[in-house]
């Protein structure tokens, strides 16, 4: 593309990001619905599983050259990441006792957006370049997104099971 194409194109690309970014804040909102009458671990573990369910195609979509297509696989992607991010908040601050939660939190959560934030260009370009195929990098996302799933499970199973102490400790101090 040359100049006058090339701004057109360039334009057009940041419109479709723009109304996809106003499409994400809507799903926020649905998600954090959802959260709020099923339960935020639930929606959240779902969008884990969406995650490894779709970032392959979605990142398929993505790289195929076409608008649409990438405008479906950059929606996916949105939808996974509203349905994580309305209910993270929530799930965090709950996942803890208060006597630590916030080492717990500021530990947990700045580890793990070094090692995966911090990491995820460089191993998305490695996956990329050494396959040449953009499922590749879905793969790797689908994998984060199944721990992720399989991680809120085992806290929600976590927080019953200190739950379910905490109530038998005080059924028996009252009898």
């Known amino acids: 593309l040359e ?35 099923f339960g935020a671990r639930r929606v959240m573990g779902a969008g884990g599983v969406l995650l490894a369910v779709c970032a392959v195609p979605a ?3 993505m790289g195929s050259g076409s608008a649409l297509a990438a405008a479906a696989g950059q929606a996916t992607l949105a939808v996974c ?18 006597a630590i939660r916030y080492n717990c939190l500021a530990i947990g959560y700045n580890a793990a957006q070094a090692l995966f934030g911090g990491t995820a260009g460089i191993v998305a370009t490695l996956l990329y370049s050494s396959t040449q195929w953009a499922g590749a990098v879905g793969v790797y996302l689908g994998v984060l997104g199944l721990l992720s799933a399989v991680g809120v499970y085992q806290t929600a199973r976590l927080q019953r099971r200190r739950e379910m102490e905490s109530e038998i400790r005080r059924l028996s101090f009252t009898l």
Request: glycine residues 10%; charged residues 5%.
């Open 3 to 37: 100049g006058g194409e090339y701004q057109a194109a360039s334009r057009a690309v940041w419109m479709m990001h723009t109304l996809l970014c106003l499409f994400q804040v809507c799903v926020l909102v649905f998600a954090g619905w959802l959260g709020d009458r």
């Open 59 to 61: 990142l398929h979509g």
């Open 81 to 98: 990441a509203a349905f994580v991010g309305a209910t993270l908040p929530y799930t965090m601050v709950t996942s803890f006792p208060v």
